[in-house]
């Protein structure tokens, strides 16, 4: 079975540092990927995906995620954190075929020091 | 571009009243999903419907009913509401099919916070 997990519930780090977020999954085939986050009391936002050709892809609000078939992960990155990135992080793989339900993985709290 | 609206946005509940939450997407997409979240646990998919007409139980389906009557509204219904549906609900919808490259992310709306007394 399908399964996401996140091994940081939560991280803290200081404005203007570089962040890793970890996900690990683990899926029978090629995975579809995808990082949401959540601010507080909002709904899910789609920041990137993977679905197949190169491994780094890019997303929106300067955060990139590298796929490692090797590894089973798709880890998040921002090079430089700015304190209206604090939020949470959600890593989810996609079940497959016609379904196109996501399973997530339990989250990454990110706090923001100034 | 309204997106997925959900409806309402809170809600208080006694414990054994009924209700139903309402979804709906203005974005022609053929699937719907309708997830709960709860303190670490992330997102759990209570129903998901592939297209209009047609359901199926996610990982958490026991104390839930659900009906997609029209390609755009996805319902979520409890029967007799228990203190542990105190949760935040989640509608998404998203254009999928079995073609891996024409699927797309799932979209989602700003939740329904639901607390059973």
């Known amino acids: 079975a399908q399964s996401v997990t996140q091994p940081d519930i939560h991280i803290t780090v200081s404005e203007g540092a570089s962040l890793e977020l970890r996900c690990n999954y683990s899926?029978?085939?090629?995975?579809?990927l995808f990082w949401y986050v959540q601010s507080p009391g909002q709904g899910l936002q789609l920041l990137l995906k993977?679905?197949?050709?190169?491994?780094l892809v890019q997303g929106i609000k300067g955060f990139e995620a590298e796929f490692k078939r090797s590894q089973s992960s798709f880890n998040l990155r921002k090079p430089s954190v700015h304190w209206s990135d604090a939020a949470e992080y959600f890593c989810?793989?996609?079940?497959?075929?016609?379904?196109?339900?996501?399973?997530f993985g339990k989250g990454t709290k990110l706090s923001v020091k100034p | 571009n309204a997106g997925v609206t959900q409806t309402p946005k809170f809600q208080v509940l006694k414990t054994g009243q009924s209700m139903t939450l309402q979804c709906a997407q203005d974005?022609?997409?053929?699937?719907m999903y309708w997830y709960r979240q709860d303190p670490g646990m992330g997102l759990r998919l209570i129903y998901y419907?592939?297209?209009?007409?047609?359901?199926d139980k996610g990982e958490v389906p026991d104390g839930y009913n659900v009906s997609r009557l029209k390609k755009q509204n996805f319902l979520l219904g409890l029967e007799s509401a228990a203190p542990s549906q105190t949760s935040v609900y989640f509608c998404?919808?998203?254009?999928?099919?079995?073609?891996?490259?024409?699927?797309?992310?799932?979209?989602f709306g700003q939740g329904t916070r639901l607390t059973v007394v």
């Open positions: 993977y679905f197949s050709g190169d491994t």
């Open positions: 989810a793989v996609g079940a497959g075929g016609s379904q196109g339900n996501l399973i």
């Open positions: 899926y029978g085939a090629t995975p579809y």
């Open positions: 974005m022609n997409h053929n699937s």
């Open positions: 419907s592939a297209s209009e007409g047609t359901t």
């Open positions: 998404a919808s998203s254009y999928s099919t079995g073609d891996r490259k024409r699927n797309t992310e799932a979209f």
